[in-house]
């Protein structure tokens, strides 16, 4: 069975940085597109920034400038690096990938918390 796993949340202080990674355990498939989402208490889920085959990428107005998606092929991994986070940025981040075999899949979510 194909999971993304996630990892890299946690607790940091306004202007920290952390890095969430996203892999497919489980499977022979590759990332062909990734995603990640984000969803704040009481909020809806939202997309923050996503990266095409073509390596082509878009972001939420909010955190151009500061994170960066990226994948890399070798390792079958999808990145999220995030810079100057601020408190607004608190959520349960989520990857959502659509592998080779065409079928897309989401992670199990992770927790990234922004407070001094």
């Known amino acids: 069975q194909v999971q993304l796993v996630e990892s890299g949340g946690g607790l940091v202080q306004p202007g920290g940085s952390l890095r969430l990674s996203c892999a497919p355990s489980g499977s022979i498939f590759r990332i062909y597109r990734m995603g990640w989402y984000r969803q704040a208490p009481g909020k809806q889920r939202e997309l923050v920034a996503r990266?095409?085959?073509?390596?082509?990428?878009n972001y939420a107005d909010s955190v151009k400038g500061r994170f960066t998606i990226s994948t890399d092929n070798a390792k079958n991994t999808g990145y999220l690096q995030m810079n100057s986070l601020k408190p607004e940025d608190t959520a349960v981040y989520y990857c959502?990938?659509?592998?080779?075999?065409?079928?897309?899949?989401w992670g199990q979510g992770t927790q990234v918390t922004v407070s001094s």
């Open positions: 990266i095409t085959s073509a390596g082509d990428t």
């Open positions: 959502n990938a659509q592998l080779t075999n065409l079928f897309e899949y």
